[in-house]
């Protein structure tokens, strides 16, 4: 069986703009796990024919193709980097092929924020594919992808893998620079926990997009906010990315200047910043919080380091430190509690955050398994079937 993955190239981009570029690539390598799989390939539906920076598609054993030129290449097309071409899906189906569309964008807003506030959008064609892949964290849209696409949907596993954090990570050492928690900061020499008066607060950054809804740094802002106006020595900053392009909005405007932290000049809004290169310099602490989107790359690249996540991922309770849903005096709560015990509880945090990781692994037999019978169910009435089932 051969597989082609949809990618879209840019001018200056970077693996770390979106969770979406990297799961690309975990999905590439878990299929060149699998026995009866030949080979998979990338068809790039951008413009600049060459991948990241970051990207070494021969050391991966990846090659990028163009559409036309992926025809005679592919038995399976998952369109998940870029849209294809509509008639060129066509085509591939006529000849007995299969494709996928492997949702990974939260489909309800994708649909309806275009609309409301007049976004570029992408209206595809219904029937288009074979069969929808969506992720966990999407179940509830299951039925309205159905009728929309009107054809077969299939939750399949969420994966994530550390190699582009460590990769990050090896590059900022180079610089003299440490990815992770310092406990040092919080523990004496012979790492006993300091008094509380002695603790230095958390510099607690902000890594919501704010493109949507779904992803905003509102009450992740209230949330530092409350924990700062309860106990002044639980924060010493608030970072607030991705805002420099709102800056000047009233709404913007009034929630800033009404906060405590703002007030006392304990708060800087940024652009934007890969999460690596940023906490290394500035923060020691991230608050999150996400509406219907519970499953984030930036989570585990935040458990990774062993830095306190206040987040409200149902998804992710176990991990972290959770509050529930819009609850930003739970997650202020939280945030202090972060603030006191993190250093003197990491080792438990870290055997917490191991388990989440050793879930989502793409080389866990559980996730190979998973997509294994995915592919086997998607091709079940081709020839690749009794030739995948006998390996």
């Not at 002695?198 to 902000?206: C, E, K, S």
């Amino acid at each position: 069986m051969r597989i082609g993955i949809s990618v879209i190239s840019r001018s200056g981009q970077s693996i770390w703009e979106n969770g979406l570029g990297q799961n690309v690539f975990f999905l590439a390598e878990l299929f060149q796990r699998l026995p009866f799989v030949e080979s998979v390939l990338l068809i790039d539906v951008g413009d600049q024919n060459a991948m990241p920076p970051q990207i070494d598609l021969a050391a991966r054993n990846l090659r990028l193709t163009r559409v036309r030129e992926a025809t005679d290449e592919v038995d399976v097309v998952i369109e998940m980097g870029g849209a294809l071409d509509i008639e060129w899906l066509d085509l591939i189906r006529a000849r007995g092929k299969k494709v996928v569309f492997h949702c990974c964008g939260q489909p309800y807003v994708n649909l309806v924020e275009p609309a409301i506030f007049s976004k570029p959008s992408y209206s595809p064609r219904p029937e288009r594919c074979d069969e929808i892949w969506y992720l966990p964290k999407d179940a509830a849209y299951a039925p309205m992808m159905r009728l929309l696409n009107r054809c077969d949907l299939h939750e399949v596993p969420f994966i994530w893998h550390p190699q582009f954090i460590q990769q990050r990570v090896r590059e900022v050492e180079e610089l003299g620079l440490r990815y992770g928690f310092d406990a040092r900061d919080a523990t004496g020499n012979a790492g006993d926990v300091v008094a509380a008066s002695a603790r230095r607060g958390l510099r607690v950054a902000i890594f919501e997009p704010n493109i949507s809804v779904v992803k905003a740094s509102t009450i992740s802002m209230l949330v530092c906010d409350e924990a700062y106006r309860a106990d002044a020595g639980a924060v010493e900053a608030m970072h607030v990315l991705n805002t420099l392009h709102m800056k000047d909005h009233p709404t913007m405007l009034y929630l800033a200047n009404s906060l405590d932290l703002v007030r006392q000049h304990k708060a800087t809004f940024h652009g934007r910043h890969d999460i690596v290169g940023f906490m290394v310099q500035h923060a020691d602490a991230i608050v999150s919080h996400q509406w219907q989107n519970e499953q984030n790359y930036s989570y585990l690249d935040a458990l990774y380091g062993d830095y306190p996540l206040i987040h409200n991922s149902p998804w992710l309770r176990e991990a972290g430190y959770y509050y529930h849903g819009f609850d930003a005096r739970d997650g202020a709560a939280q945030l202090q509690r972060a603030a006191v015990a993190h250093a003197s509880g990491i080792d438990d945090y870290r055997a917490r955050s191991q388990r989440v990781f050793a879930e989502v692994d793409p080389f866990n037999q559980h996730n190979l398994d998973a997509y294994a019978a995915r592919l086997l169910h998607l091709c079940r009435s081709t020839k690749f079937a009794n030739s995948a089932s006998r390996r």
